[in-house]
């Protein structure tokens, strides 16, 4: 059975809430169209992810907020980006959950988050039952200026530890994986400008991996070919 949660007692919330919704080539109801559902990585990589499918004539949508896996409000954006009422079909849903919760003011415990992704994952099979889900693991914390490529090691142990569920919820169960966390964990060409967010090298590495990826789900040739 899926936890289902139902009040916002546990939550903390951060100095700022947000969420990011986009629809790409919104009037075309008969495009391919990816969604991708994530936070600020995720509203960083997909409009580069988007400049690389467009000869694929491929839509790239997104839901990217500072809820993290677990919330409510999380699963309440979920089910108005997926509803019949938006009337759109999604061929792949790329999910990459897992900062929020601990980068920032709030930490939220380990269980509840396994239970929120248990649950979201749930809510988008419900609602695009025929689309093919990639489980993205999430990218690393540094310490930020003047090392934007050294680890802190307190906060990536939260992301480790979510990051193997991540691996062996998508195993279990099927789906696909993007293992985006040894991508660029502690590569300093990979720097980040604020012990977060990636500058342009990283953002353009994150992009082409996770438009492989799309491309792998819908079983056509990668960019590189």
């Given at each position: 059975?899926?936890?289902?949660?139902?009040?916002?007692?546990?939550?903390?919330?951060?100095?700022?809430?947000?969420?990011?919704?986009?629809?790409?080539?919104?009037?075309?109801?008969?495009?391919?169209?990816?969604?991708?559902?994530?936070?600020?990585?995720?509203?960083?990589?997909?409009?580069?992810?988007?400049?690389?499918?467009?000869?694929?004539?491929?839509?790239?949508?997104?839901?990217?907020?500072?809820?993290?896996?677990?919330?409510?409000?999380?699963?309440?954006?979920?089910?108005?980006?997926?509803?019949?009422?938006?009337?759109?079909?999604?061929?792949?849903?790329?999910?990459?959950?897992?900062?929020?919760?601990?980068?920032?003011?709030?930490?939220?415990?380990?269980?509840?988050?396994?239970?929120?992704?248990?649950?979201?994952?749930?809510?988008?099979?419900?609602?695009?039952?025929?689309?093919?889900?990639?489980?993205?693991?999430?990218?690393?914390?540094?310490?930020?200026?003047?090392?934007?490529?050294?680890?802190?090691?307190?906060?990536?142990?939260?992301?480790?530890?979510?990051?193997?569920?991540?691996?062996?919820?998508?195993?279990?169960?099927?789906?696909?994986?993007?293992?985006?966390?040894?991508?660029?964990?502690?590569?300093?060409?990979?720097p980040h400008v604020d012990g977060i967010h990636f500058g342009p090298e990283g953002v353009n590495l994150l992009a082409h991996t996770v438009a492989n990826k799309i491309l792998e789900a819908f079983g056509q040739e990668p960019l590189d070919k």
């Amino acid at each position: 059975d899926i936890p289902i949660m139902k009040s916002n007692e546990i939550f903390e919330r951060e100095g700022v809430e947000w969420t990011y919704y986009w629809w790409d080539e919104a009037g075309f109801f008969d495009r391919d169209r990816v969604a991708c559902i994530g936070d600020s990585m995720t509203h960083h990589y997909r409009p580069e992810v988007q400049k690389l499918l467009n000869d694929r004539k491929i839509s790239v949508d997104q839901m990217a907020g500072s809820h993290c896996a677990g919330d409510p409000a999380f699963i309440a954006g979920l089910e108005y980006f997926f509803g019949m009422h938006q009337n759109y079909i999604y061929d792949v849903i790329h999910f990459n959950n897992g900062l929020h919760g601990d980068c920032n003011n709030t930490k939220i415990p380990f269980d509840i988050y396994c239970q929120g992704i248990k649950h979201a994952i749930a809510v988008i099979r419900r609602l695009q039952p025929q689309a093919k889900i990639i489980i993205a693991t999430c990218t690393h914390m540094t310490y930020g200026q003047p090392d934007n490529s050294k680890l802190d090691l307190e906060r990536n142990a939260v992301v480790m530890k979510r990051n193997e569920f991540l691996r062996q919820f998508a195993a279990e169960n099927g789906y696909m994986l993007d293992d985006l966390f040894p991508l660029v964990a502690g590569k300093a060409e990979y720097p980040h400008v604020d012990g977060i967010h990636f500058g342009p090298e990283g953002v353009n590495l994150l992009a082409h991996t996770v438009a492989n990826k799309i491309l792998e789900a819908f079983g056509q040739e990668p960019l590189d070919k």
